[in-house]
Every structure is written in structure tokens, then in C-alpha cells.
């Protein structure tokens, strides 16, 4: 009978970015180390609004249990895993593991002037968020609230992706009003 690795990300994500970011690079290692692991299956916690708060992955482990949990851990920190995530492997202690720090960057959606939403194009704001930040971060994924809308950046410094992106949030008027999140460095309680 296969081990049970469950996978609790630190990180805000909609299930099909965590599809694409996590879940698939991880299945991909593992059919090639490990045959017969495999994901089955994951889900996302969300609020009352339906933010994402963290997200789960869960794992049938073939073979030698911890090898394979050292070679998932490293796998997801490979793929930007937030710190604060953690790993069990049956019903022993979780491990903490990760790399990235996350910063929201939360997108007034209701109080701005009619014109900025009608003239301007959230995608060119990402683009430009990314572009300013560079090597120093990436946007795993994004959420669309009744008031606002979140984009959810990680990197090795959450403070320095606030610096790298300051100038972009003053330049364009949708940036108007918002707000910079640091996102916990722990999960949820």
C-alpha cells in the first residue's frame, strides 16, 4: 500500500494555477523518479468571498517515503513554493519548507473614476508589474472580488517587490487606491 503525502502550499491560487505552477512539474519529476507516485488529487481554502488562503496536494507515495518527500519539497521549492508550506508523509510530523515571500497587490474595483475601468486594460498593468520586477518575483496567480481585485506575486523578498513595483502602482491610474499586502509567512490557523 502507497504512502500518503499530503501538501499544504503557503500560497493564493486559483486550482488551475495551481494545476499548471505545481501539480503537473511535480507529476512530470515523479513519473521519471519515482514511478507509480502520483498526485491524486488537491483543493483550495478559500474565504467567504472566495479568496484563495492556501491550497492542498495530495500524494500516493511509492518507494522509499522520505526520499520522495525531500524530492517533492525540493521540487515545489524549484517551482517557487512559498514559505510556510508544509509537507506530512503519513502521520508524521509536517515538514516547513519553501522559497518565496508573497505580496497582494489589491486593485480598488469599485471607488475609481467610470473612465479608468473603461480606458484602461489590467493587462498591460501585469505586464508592467513584471517587467519591473524582473528576476525578483512572479505572479502565481490572481482573484477577482466583489470590490477588488488581487494579484498575488512571490518572491525571494516581499519588501523588495513593493520597492520594485512602486513606480509602476504611481504611473497607472487602475494602480489608484490600492493596497500592498505582505501575504503570512505561516498557514492560515
Known amino acids: 500500500m502507497p504512502d500518503q503525502l499530503w501538501i499544504t502550499l503557503n500560497a493564493r491560487l486559483r486550482p ?83 522559497v518565496t515571500e508573497g505580496l497582494a497587490v ?21 505586464a508592467a508589474l513584471l517587467d519591473s520586477l524582473g528576476a525578483e518575483g512572479s505572479m502565481q496567480s490572481y482573484w477577482q472580488g466583489p470590490r477588488e481585485t488581487a494579484l498575488y506575486l512571490y518572491g525571494p523578498s516581499a519588501t523588495r517587490m513593493g520597492d520594485l513595483i512602486a513606480e509602476v502602482l504611481a504611473r497607472f491610474p487602475l494602480a489608484q487606491r490600492c493596497r500592498l499586502v505582505p501575504l503570512p509567512l505561516t498557514l492560515p490557523s
Open 16 to 98: 488551475l494555477d495551481r494545476g499548471a505552477l505545481y501539480e503537473d512539474p511535480l507529476q512530470t519529476v515523479l513519473d521519471v523518479q519515482v514511478p507509480g507516485s502520483c498526485v491524486t488529487g488537491g483543493g483550495t481554502l478559500m474565504t467567504a468571498d472566495r479568496e484563495p488562503t492556501c491550497c492542498d496536494i495530495d500524494l500516493d507515495v511509492e518507494g522509499d517515503g522520505p526520499a520522495v518527500l525531500e524530492l517533492v519539497t525540493a521540487t515545489l521549492e524549484k517551482a517557487g513554493a512559498p514559505k510556510g508550506s508544509t509537507a506530512r508523509l503519513d502521520e508524521r510530523e509536517p515538514v516547513t519548507f519553501g
Open 106 to 126: 489589491y486593485l480598488n474595483g469599485t471607488d475609481l473614476p467610470d473612465e479608468v475601468y473603461a480606458t484602461s486594460d489590467i493587462n498591460d498593468l501585469v
